[in-house]
């Protein structure tokens, strides 16, 4: 133990953010070469982020690591804070990012693919950016470089759907940074800081209104990428029009990660508990329109990224329940559903490619077709609907938990319309699943599987989802310390302060 | 170990077997009996075990306890009895489907979750192995694809997954109550709480064992999925999985939370029991005479589980040693003869090709006389015939109800057996009696694997019908073991102050007057014998196979009762549905699809907010 404790001290987290970014520009660079490697290029990326960050765990664990970027002390420098959140956070967007890209070795096959390596490493160093950054203008940064990459990615295919919604989600995206920078440049005016601990430390000494604007501002633009309702309409658009290994990664680590901006804003910079309030409502709300939006879909991706926006409410609410359980719920659904939903994502993309269309009914015999894929898929949708031995399970577990033991009567209610929801999930992820195996296709019967890279990359999701959900004991330690992390602001404005 | 070791053979089998099958398929088949055997000889090997054991390693810090006493064992037995029958009926039956693996597979594993619940000995494991067998046994109910069957199988699932979902809210809650759910500790905790918690409690785990025990006003699930279902499940569906419904009740409200507390859960003249027995009253009226209407051999037995999951909770929720017994005896009686006659349903429909419907079937008991004594002892037992086991359970459950003086519920308990008896002769007369369609010339007796369950469990029923004594010994320490009195028990039946019943006395005497029946038969003419198609038509002469008396067959009855028995519990149920989907079509809405509203959505919100906080300064 000792030895890997020391190995970790070593490594510094700033790799996280910094391997990705340089080998991002190094792509063109390496195409001169070979154009062949340039796709193996995420996965060592990505494979070297999860290794170094499943490293600093430990260490983390103990005590946060501050990274001081020029040697000065923390308010007057942009600094890193790896603690529990942003490890957490890095590894599971390493993890998604390693096997999406394994997943897309084989599945990227048109377009400018050079461009897709490039717009994917960069979208996934602005998201590890955002999640460890200690510097609220630098966040807005990293924040950029994901939108901006995302914004690219989902026109990628180049088609008319694909341009449209890109250009949609472009407008509503850049209405939500400019309100971000609005409110951080009021707090920079109030503050004459954008450190997130220093802004933390000196909240409560302004007026309650003039530090409500700017709250109100930073989450309404912070919202736009969280898909909080009313302000995620880009989503089902752009989910549904971008290439399928890229939908994985927006569902399950774009959107998440803009809702890691939201509650970090919320707990640790405002620490807004009154406020939290409205936002158990907020994600009630959240839940229910994107499942009985994705009820009546007949797009199977429209109807997975619907999906996405009612898992959002869901976590939405357990973070707002505010107390240990439901942040260590939240956290735990997050990644339940980043698992969950980036497998549905994977396994419909080839069952896309295979029937040659994104309607639910030419799926009609699928189980035959691609019996693996097809399983993989109700894995994964039977994780979402919340059913054990899948990880969905644990995690909704933690949250009806959090809800049950506020004791209050408001909260039972809540937790009951939360799992009415539950029952429109299973509903509609149930008649896929019966299209897929029982429904008699009329198509040809003819077997054939997906590449190999893909079922590897699935087959691990798989794994992993059932792995946790069988064992959840195995993730619950770091999600205690990063639920802590959240709840306890005071230490977190200590440790990087110091 | 050995409890570790049932659930390791259960769930590994499943997949072994599986995974056999594409290495060989006669491997598979025959790994999938021994694997069935080999549980009923391990559950066998635990009769009258208590152990208690505590594993650490359990979910999310809690405890996994496995634990096997008298009332586990009671419910083991039966699944995996029933699942071995079915396992061997299936090896023909379903020989020439597809995807056999899958079959053999999901079969053996909704056995395994099955057990799984049983003998689980905390609440958390008993949920997740619940969702397995609910979610598993989904996979299976549309196996046969087709419209109907999909109908059925989602159907089936919203259903289960309403009730568990109630569950779960209740476990949690007494997760956050108690920080405990091991049931041992449980039953001494709770003791403690208010009687409202523990309404709340019991309302949100009856209504998960209300659905899957399909009691009325819950009941719309079942009879399209045991209909819809291949027979050889069917039979485990309506055995076994269906009663694990009856166990969850015996757990909750007789091991958890014990006769004391269900005593004192009254309010006026309501009483907890007194609602749980009108409903098994309802339910067994309303199902007997809904089984009157069904012309499809499946549905009928479908209504008719239905209909006598009634009698057990009748019997149950009296609470009195007598009606516990009754209750606990018809459990295993239904188990033995349901799975019977599902299993004589499926000969049927194996060898005229898939034919449920009772208009078009007849005179096959010459054909298929097996089945056909299969078929007419599982309706007798259905009924309650005496030296059938029915008669014992079902006499239990009448003097229980005569004794506690409640002549409304007793008129409904004869008025459910009445609408079996009609419905049970329509069962056997249209299918084994009258004339012989002339389609069906050439149909033999089903292969012998397929007999074998037929023939053992036609001999349970006799068995247990003659010597209720062996089963009921066990019942009566179930009865001590949940704080009931203990009954006494001879081998053939029961004495008590109130009435003595002892089945071995009138085997002896309806012996007797049979041999006196068949010696005066035998001192007198012989009977004419005239073949299948020679049929009186008031001097006519009728063509062949035009003459069957099955079309209509209760048909003045069935328009008496028509109109009083629309399932209008099943129609508001699709209104439900049909008006949730219209909802959520105009939610959808929202999302017009023109990027000047989401512009107006996000600006709207933030001025929203801060409207309301300049307004009443809320935040």
């Known amino acids: 133990m000792g030895e890997l404790s020391l190995l970790s001290n070593g490594v510094n987290p700033v790799l996280l953010v910094v391997v990705p970014l340089a080998l991002a520009f190094a792509v063109p660079l390496i195409g001169f070469v070979s154009k062949k490697i340039i796709k193996y290029i995420p996965v060592v ?51 998604a990012g390693l096997l999406v890209s394994i997943y897309a070795l084989n599945y990227i096959r048109e377009g400018p693919q050079e461009k897709y390596h490039i717009l994917y490493l960069l979208l996934l160093t602005g998201a590890t950016g955002v999640v460890l950054t200690g510097d609220i203008f630098n966040l807005f940064v990293f924040f950029e470089i994901l939108c901006i990459s995302s914004y690219a990615l989902v026109a990628y295919l180049g088609n008319k759907a694909g341009i449209e919604s890109s250009i949609k989600y472009l407008i509503q995206g850049s209405v939500g940074s400019s309100l971000l920078l609005l409110g951080i440049g009021l707090l920079y005016g109030q503050f004459g800081t954008l450190n997130m601990a220093d802004i933390a430390n000196q909240i409560h000494s302004a007026s309650s209104p003039s530090i409500f604007v700017p709250m109100v501002l930073m989450i309404t633009g912070l919202g736009v990428e969280a898909a909080i309702f009313p302000l995620n309409a ?41 406020f939290l309030m409205f936002f158990v409502f907020l994600g009630v709300l959240t839940l229910l329109i994107g499942e009985m939006c994705a009820f009546s879909q007949k797009n199977i991706k429209r109807m997975l990224a619907y999906s996405s926006i009612g898992q959002i409410g869901l976590i939405v609410f357990a973070f707002s329940i505010a107390n240990t359980y439901g942040v260590t719920g939240g956290f735990f659904q997050l990644i339940s559903h980043t698992l969950g939903k980036g497998l549905l994502f994977l396994a419909a993309g080839y069952m896309i490619y295979r029937s040659g269309s994104m309607d639910i009914s030419t799926f009609e015999g699928m189980g035959k077709r691609m019996p693996l894929t097809s399983l ?64 008699k296709g009329n198509g040809n019967p003819e077997r054939k599987k997906a590449p190999i890279s893909g079922l590897i990359s699935m087959f691990i999701f798989v794994i992993l989802i059932l792995v946790i959900g069988v064992y959840p004991n195995l993730i619950t330690k770091i999600l205690n310390s990063a639920a802590s992390e959240l709840l306890n602001r005071i230490d977190y404005i200590r440790s990087v302060l110091g | 170990m050995t409890l570790e070791l049932l659930l390791i053979v259960a769930f590994g089998g499943a997949f072994l077997t599986y995974f056999l099958g594409k290495i060989s398929p006669k491997l598979r088949n025959s790994f999938a009996v021994i694997n069935a055997l080999a549980l009923v000889v391990m559950t066998a090997c635990l009769y009258g075990q208590t152990v208690e054991k505590t594993l650490h390693f359990g979910f999310l810090g809690m405890p996994f306890v496995l634990r096997i006493n008298m009332l586990s064992w009671f419910f083991a037995i039966t699944i995996v009895g029933i699942g071995l029958l079915s396992i061997i009926y299936s090896l023909k039956y379903i020989e020439n489907e597809k995807r056999l693996d899958y079959y053999y597979f999901t079969t053996l594993f909704i056995n395994a979750s099955m057990l799984g619940t049983i003998i689980c000995g905390d609440l958390v494991s008993f949920f997740i192995f619940w969702e397995m067998m609910s979610w598993s046994t989904y996979l299976l109910i549309s196996y046969k694809g087709g419209d109907k069957a999909l109908f059925a199988g989602i159907k089936y699932i919203i259903m289960s997954i309403i009730g568990s979902l109630a569950m779960l809210i209740g476990i949690i809650s007494l997760y956050t109550h108690f920080g405990t759910l091991e049931i041992s500790t ?21 209504a998960a064992f209300i659905i899957i025990n399909a009691f009325w006003p819950l009941h719309t699930w079942l009879p399209d999925a045991h209909a819809e279902a291949v027979s050889p499940f069917s039979s485990i569906l309506s055995a076994v999985l269906v009663r694990k419904g009856m166990y969850g009740l015996y757990l909750f409200m007789y091991m958890i939370l014990g006769l004391n507390i269900l005593n004192k859960l009254k309010f006026g003249f309501i009483s907890f029991t007194g609602v749980f027995c009108w409903i098994g009253a309802i339910t067994i009226v309303f199902a007997a005479l809904t089984a009157l209407l069904q012309n499809d051999s499946k549905r009928i037995l479908a209504w008719s589980t239905v209909g006598q999951g009634g009698y057990m909770i009748l019997g149950v929720a009296f609470a009195t040693t007598l009606g516990m017994a009754g209750g606990t005896f018809h459990i295993l009686n239904h188990c033995i003869y349901i799975g019977l006659l599902f299993f004589v349903a499926g000969a049927i429909e194996y060898r005229t090709g898939g034919i449920r419907d009772l208009d078009s079937l007849g005179g096959l008991i010459k054909k298929m006389p097996i089945t056909f004594i299969g078929g007419l002892v599982g309706i007798l037992g259905l009924i309650g015939m005496p030296l059938t086991n029915g008669f014992v359970s079902k006499w239990l459950i009448y003097k229980t109800l005569i004794l506690g003086n409640r002549p409304f519920l007793a008129f409904a308990a004869f008025l459910g057996t009445w609408g079996t008896i009609l419905y049970g002769y329509k069962f056997i007369h249209n299918i084994f009696l009258g004339q012989l369609p002339e389609k069906y010339k050439d149909i033999k007796e089903v292969p012998f694997t397929m007999r074998l369950p037929i023939i053992i469990l036609t001999v349970l029923v006799f068995l247990f019908g003659i010597l209720p004594g062996i089963p009921l010994k066990m019942i009566n320490i179930i009865g001590v073991s949940l704080g009931f009195e203990s009954l006494n028990v001879s081998l053939g ?53 035009k003459y069957h008396y099955t079309v209509n067959f209760y048909n003045p009855l069935e328009r008496m009762i028509t109109p009083y028995l629309k399932d209008f519990v099943d129609a508001f149920y699709i209104k439900i549905t049909e008006w949730i989907q219209n909802l959520c079509n105009s939610v959808r809405r929202v999302y017009t699809g023109y990027v000047s509203n989401y512009v107006m959505y996000i600006v709207l919100f933030l001025a929203f907010l801060i409207f309301v906080q300049l307004k009443w300064s809320l935040w």
């Open chain 1, 45 to 95: 990326a990505f494979l070297f982020n999860l290794i170094v960050a499943l490293l600093l765990i430990p260490s983390v664990l103990k005590q946060p690591i501050v990274v001081k970027i020029g040697g000065f002390a923390p308010p007057f420098c942009i600094n890193l804070v790896a603690g529990p959140i942003g490890i957490l956070f890095s590894a599971l967007i390493a993890l």
């Open chain 1, 234 to 274: 880009w989503l089902p658009d752009a989910h549904s029009s971008a290439p399928s290994s890229i939908s994985a990664i927006l569902s399950g680590i774009a959107i998440e990660v803009g809702l890691y901006a939201v509650i970090r804003v919320l707990f640790t910079i405002f620490d807004a508990s009154n």
């Open chain 2, 186 to 206: 449980l039953a001494v905790q709770i003791q403690g709480a208010s009687l409202n918690y523990i309404l709340f409690i019991l309302i949100m785990f009856s």
């Open chain 1, 376 to 439: 993989f898929f109700t894995v994964g949708a039977f994780s979402i609907v919340g059913l054990p031995p899948f990880i969905g399970f644990p995690s909704k577990f933690m949250i009806v938990r959090a809800a049950l033991s506020t004791g209050e009567l408001l909260f039972t209610i809540l937790i009951g319309i939360v799992l009415l929801g539950t029952v429109i999930e299973g509903a509609y992820f149930f008649r896929v699943v019966q299209v897929i195996y029982f429904k």
């Open chain 2, 493 to 545: 039946g029961i004495t008590s102050d109130s009435g003595t019943l002892n089945t071995i006395n009138i085997f002896a005497g309806i012996l007797v007057a049979g041999i006196i029946i068949w010696l005066i038969f035998k001192a007198g003419r012989k009977a004419p014998k005239v073949n299948q198609y020679d049929s009186y038509a008031a001097g006519a002469a009728i063509p062949k196979g």
